[in-house]
């Protein structure tokens, strides 16, 4: 099986767990999705410091 076809099969996997992970688990999956789809984030580092102070501001 090509190393494609295994992330398509995990991809259909990860749609019938018997149980929902955590929070943490879910951000981690999402953000190996995002590596492998998308390959490595080139946004404003502006953009993420603002939007982290505003995750920061809501903390409470």
Not at 1 to 14: K, P, Y
Not at 27 to 41: H, N
């Amino acid at each position: 099986m090509s190393l494609q076809a295994q992330f398509e099969q995990a991809q259909q996997d990860s749609k019938n767990l018997s149980e929902r992970s955590d929070n943490l688990t879910l951000l981690k999956i999402y953000a190996l999705f995002k590596q492998a789809t998308a390959g490595d984030e080139e946004g404003s580092d502006d953009a993420m410091q603002a939007y982290i102070d505003l995750i920061n501001e809501l903390k409470g």
